[in-house]
């Protein structure tokens, strides 16, 4: 995704200026200058980079700050709050809530990824607990039923449409009868597109809303329609209350930074992100994780969702009890692996640290990344089980070791390569050893548990420096809440190689 390329430019233009001896007004000027060249080829809309411009300059007045300040850090902060301004509008998007009826209608363009967006937004919140529904209002492109109909039964929501009404406010209100009826608690109306933001479209989106008042409008954008994006999102605002925006196929060579123009013209915050033509590929949007990892300083949040959602509940209580006791064995490493496979591309999973911006982290690399854990499985795959659950270091003989490899059909040095990996992270987790268990054995209460302490010793140092030493771990612990801590670990021993 090109944004990842707009967080490399910005990350450099604030490497260059931190290598300046004395940061003066010309290297201030310099750096939001390449700052602001690169959200322009971003498609960024110019009047929201100048005023970015002018926001950090009344920020950093290099004349007033007192000798011996940060200006770096002051600098790099300003940057930080002005692209989370952006992209927050300062006020939430209405969130359904579990078995409260609720209405949210998609609009947008033709091909904008509305029907594909829907159903993702549908199965999202399906596997969140609620009871979704789909409602096919699109009476304008011959097969807009279909693809719905399809994308439904696929994940298993109930859907409603017609091939023969041609009126989409009779099919709306109809669906929303329905679906009231059978009490669903989340009813997704999908509107038809056209290939412009043209009278007709804006006119029928108008009267669905009307007919069914909708709790919340989201308006689908493609994610590469560059500085088109402003004056279509504004279109769709006039007409319809849109609350809330959805950018898609932010997988491909979309330059992204229409959607920082979308907020501005909707003034409504981005919800989700469409990462793919797949159901699920499907995220959360968070202004502040999201622009930490723009400049590659990691979305340590975003890592703990993922790994949560992998993760089965029942399996949390024991792997904490296990790390209470301080047992790391292989079985447990090879979990850990299966849990880190599911989280998806790789690379995605790696950006989340601090320190692994998507431009560290190359396309190569997350293949090399993904086929080292594979192959440990493989090589884990042909070990007995008291390998597996053994944990006395000299178990591993080399009688055993010739075996493995054998088995797996690896070389000896691959065996030894993958115990030394497990080795060394079996040391990094026995640091939390003695760790208080969360009274519901919950992954999610462990944050209060644990004390900082072992938090610090527990993470390599290299990772704890990029977090701001132990100031910037314990702010991170606060603004992380109830998030759970012991499998952020997990996650980063995997990714310091
Ligand atoms: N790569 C990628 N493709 C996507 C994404 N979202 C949707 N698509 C694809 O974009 C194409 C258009 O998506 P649709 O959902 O049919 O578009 P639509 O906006 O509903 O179109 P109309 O119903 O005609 O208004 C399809 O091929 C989708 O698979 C995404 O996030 N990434």
Same mark, same amino acid.
């Given at each position: 995704m090109v944004l990842a390329q707009l967080g490399g430019s910005i990350s450099r233009a604030l490497a260059q200026m931190s290598n300046a001896t004395v940061i003066d007004e010309k290297v201030l000027g310099e750096c939001l200058n390449e700052i602001s060249r690169a959200l322009l080829q971003s498609d960024v809309q110019f009047k929201m980079v100048r005023d970015m411009q002018t926001n950090i300059r009344k920020i950093v007045n290099l004349e007033t700050l007192a000798a011996g300040t940060n200006k770096r850090r002051i600098i790099q902060q300003a940057v930080f709050t002005e692209l989370c301004n952006m992209l927050d509008p300062g006020k939430p998007a209405f969130t359904p809530k579990k078995g409260k009826p609720s209405v949210v209608m998609f609009v947008g363009l033709q091909g904008s990824g509305k029907t594909t967006t829907c159903t993702k937004y549908a199965y999202y919140h399906q596997r969140k607990g609620f009871k979704p529904s789909l409602v096919c209002a699109d009476t304008f492109r011959a097969g807009a039923f279909d693809q719905l109909k399809q994308n439904a039964t696929k994940a298993k929501i109930p859907f409603y449409g017609s091939y023969m009404e041609s009126d989409p406010v009779k099919i709306a209100?109809?669906?929303?009868?329905? %679906?009231?009826?059978?009490?669903?608690? +989340?009813?997704?109306? @999908?509107?038809?597109?056209?290939?412009?933001? $043209?009278?007709?479209? +804006?006119? $029928?989106?108008?009267?669905?809303? $009307?007919?069914?008042?909708?709790? +919340?409008?989201? %308006?689908?954008?493609?994610?590469?329609?560059?500085?088109?994006? %402003? @004056?279509?999102?504004?279109? %769709?605002?006039?007409?319809?209350?849109?609350?809330?925006?959805?950018?898609?196929?932010?997988?491909?060579?979309?330059? *992204? *930074?229409?959607? +920082?123009?979308?907020?501005?013209?909707?003034?409504?915050p981005v919800i989700f992100i469409g990462t793919g033509e797949h159901i699920d590929e499907f995220e959360i949007f968070d202004v502040k994780p999201f622009v930490s990892r723009l400049l590659g300083m990691g979305d340590l949040s975003g890592l703990m969702d993922k790994i949560q959602d992998v993760m089965p509940a029942d399996q949390q209580p024991e792997l904490l009890a296990k790390l209470a006791e301080g047992t790391f064995t292989l079985r447990l490493l090879y979990e850990q692996f299966q849990n880190l496979l599911k989280m998806g591309p790789i690379g995605q999973v790696f950006s989340m640290l601090p320190g692994f911006s998507s431009e560290l982290m190359p396309k190569g690399h997350e293949k090399e990344g993904q086929a080292k854990i594979k192959r440990y499985m493989t090589i884990m795959d042909s070990m007995t089980a008291a390998e597996l659950d053994s944990t006395n270091p000299k178990l591993m003989t080399e009688s055993r070791i010739i075996r493995i490899a054998r088995g797996s059909g690896r070389q000896i040095r691959d065996v030894m390569d993958m115990l030394e990996e497990y080795k060394r992270l079996a040391k990094m987790w026995s640091k939390m050893k003695g760790l208080k268990m969360p009274k519901n054995g919950k992954m999610s209460d462990l944050s209060q548990n644990l004390n900082i302490q072992q938090m610090t010793k527990a993470l390599p140092p290299q990772v704890l420096k990029q977090m701001g030493g132990m100031g910037g771990l314990q702010a991170l612990m606060k603004q992380m809440g109830g998030k759970d801590m012991s499998k952020m670990l997990g996650g980063m021993g995997l990714g310091g190689d």
């Open positions: 209100v109809e669906g929303l009868e329905r %679906f009231r009826k059978e009490n669903s608690d +989340l009813i997704i109306i @999908d509107t038809s597109g056209r290939h412009k933001q $043209e009278a007709a479209l +804006l006119e $029928e989106m108008r009267q669905v809303a $009307e007919a069914t008042k909708p709790d +919340l409008v989201i %308006f689908v954008m493609d994610g590469s329609i560059g500085q088109a994006a %402003f @004056d279509q999102a504004q279109a %769709f605002k006039q007409s319809a209350s849109v609350g809330a925006v959805i950018v898609t196929k932010l997988d491909g060579h979309a330059k *992204g *930074g229409g959607a +920082l123009s979308a907020v501005a013209a909707t003034k409504s």
